[in-house]
Each structure stands twice: as structure tokens, then as C-alpha cells.
T-cell receptor
Framework: GQQVMQIPQYQHVQEGEDFTTYCNSS?????IQWYKQRPGGHPVFLIQ???SGEVKKQKRLTFQFGEAKKNSSLHITATQTTDVGTYFC???????????WGAGTKLIIKP | EPEVTQTPSHQVTQMGQEVILRCVPI?????FYWYRQILGQKVEFLVS????????KSEIFDDQFSVERPDGSNFTLKIRSTKLEDSAMYFC???????????????FGPGTRLTVL
């Protein structure tokens, strides 16, 4: 079936460093959503991107959708301990009802 | 703030037994979903439900699984004969609208951890 590839699997950063996760698809996407899952928690919706080249910001988080709508990124500036968790991209593919998820990138703050 | 609730938070069952996982979606939402997440892995879509019927299901959602909206508030997932590999966290989610419309973000419940022994 269709997949969306997400890298890296893990990213260890010092508090205050930046973090980036990437999602890629071999096919053109109509949309992409980003979710955050805290350790032991449930996914929480962050944002949806639908337009080619779209960039959206939420405080220290910057979301981008590629010009070809085949890739997306989430960048966190100056990470804080509250940012710890796993960040997932998710897309609707082939249908209006099935959300396909990336494997997630786990943000780990080094002690 | 409205939220999706799920019960129980943890269910332990013997292989071959039936389990019912329960969810109460947000009251004005029209689209309902079940997902599962094996520990440390990605979220996997199981099924979506709209207008009192399944709108889509994944390959995981075989004949052992069923969903129901028995009344105006509950949304249940039944696994008829559990297998060891069904052990996972099961998340219910709901959205006000479907894809292509505004307000389609999905709100997740806290999950039910199912352990099959």
C-alpha cells in the first residue's frame, strides 16, 4: 500500500538546539497533517498543510510543505523539555477516510 | 474543553476471548475512527465510521473485528477472538468533518492498552 517515509527515527538534542523531522512520499500528496505524541500519551493534532510550498508557524514550530507536495518538514527552534515526544506526519491517501501515518521521529533531550 | 474518552484504560484478556473497547467521541463530531499502536511503533489505521456505517477499513480490520455505535454517544470496537498479536494500544478518534473540509482534524482519546495472554 501507499506509504509515507519519515526520518530520522530518533533525534537526540541538547536543550536549546534545533530539531527537524522529514516526511517523504513517492506520490503527490493532497495534504499532510502533523501530530505530537508525548511519552505514554495519545496523538495530538498540530497542523494541516494543503498548499504547495506552504509554510506555517506555531511559536517555535515551523511546518513546511514542499513545492511538489511530495515532502514536508517540521522544525523546532531552541527545543525545550516540553517538546519531548514523538512527532508523526500523517496523510490521507487514496481515500477520504484513511489516515496513513509515518513511523514518527522521537525527540529526546540529552540530560 | 470537549474530549474523547475511552474505557477501560487497560484490558487484560486470554487468547481466544472476546473484548469490547469503548469510546465516547466528542458530541458534535460525525466521523469516528479506531487506530492501534503496538508499543514503540507507528499508529495504524483500523477503521473509519460515518453515518452509522463503516466508510473505510484497513487490511488489519479482518472478520475478527467489528465496530458499532449502539446509541447516540458510544462507539465500540469488538475483537471476537483475540490473538497474542492483538496486544497493542487502541486509540479511538473523532473529527467534526471528513477530509476536504475544514475542522477535519482528529481528536484522540487516551487509549486502551490491550494485553492478550
Amino acid at each position: 500500500g501507499q506509504q509515507v517515509m519519515q526520518i530520522p527515527q530518533y533525534q537526540h538534542v541538547q536543550e536549546g538546539e534545533d530539531f527537524t523531522t522529514y516526511c517523504n512520499s513517492s506520490t503527490t500528496l493532497s495534504n499532510i497533517q502533523w501530530y505530537k505524541q508525548r511519552p505514554g500519551g495519545h496523538p495530538v493534532f498540530l497542523i494541516q498543510l494543503v498548499k504547495s510550498g506552504e509554510v506555517k508557524k506555531q511559536k517555535r514550530l515551523t511546518f513546511q510543505f514542499g513545492e511538489a507536495k511530495k515532502n514536508s518538514s517540521l522544525h523546532i527552534t531552541a527545543t525545550q523539555t516540553t517538546d519531548v515526544g514523538t512527532y508523526f506526519c500523517a496523510v490521507y491517501m487514496d481515500s477520504n477516510y484513511q489516515l496513513i501515518w509515518g513511523a514518527g521521529t522521537k525527540l529526546i533531550i540529552k540530560p | 474543553e470537549p474530549e474523547v474518552t475511552q474505557t477501560p484504560s487497560h484490558q487484560v484478556t486470554q487468547m481466544g476471548q472476546e473484548v469490547i473497547l469503548r469510546c465516547v467521541p466528542i458530541s458534535n463530531h460525525l466521523y469516528f475512527y479506531w487506530y492501534r499502536q503496538i508499543l514503540g511503533q507507528k499508529v495504524e489505521f483500523l477503521v473509519s465510521f460515518y453515518n452509522n456505517e463503516i466508510s473505510e477499513k484497513s487490511e488489519i480490520f479482518d472478520d475478527q473485528f467489528s465496530v458499532e455505535r449502539p446509541d447516540g454517544s458510544n462507539f465500540t470496537l469488538k475483537i471476537r477472538s483475540t490473538k497474542l498479536e492483538d496486544s497493542a494500544m487502541y486509540f479511538c478518534a473523532s473529527s467534526e468533518r471528513g477530509w476536504g473540509l475544514a475542522y477535519n482534524e482528529q481528536f484522540f482519546g487516551p487509549g486502551t492498552r490491550l494485553t492478550v495472554l
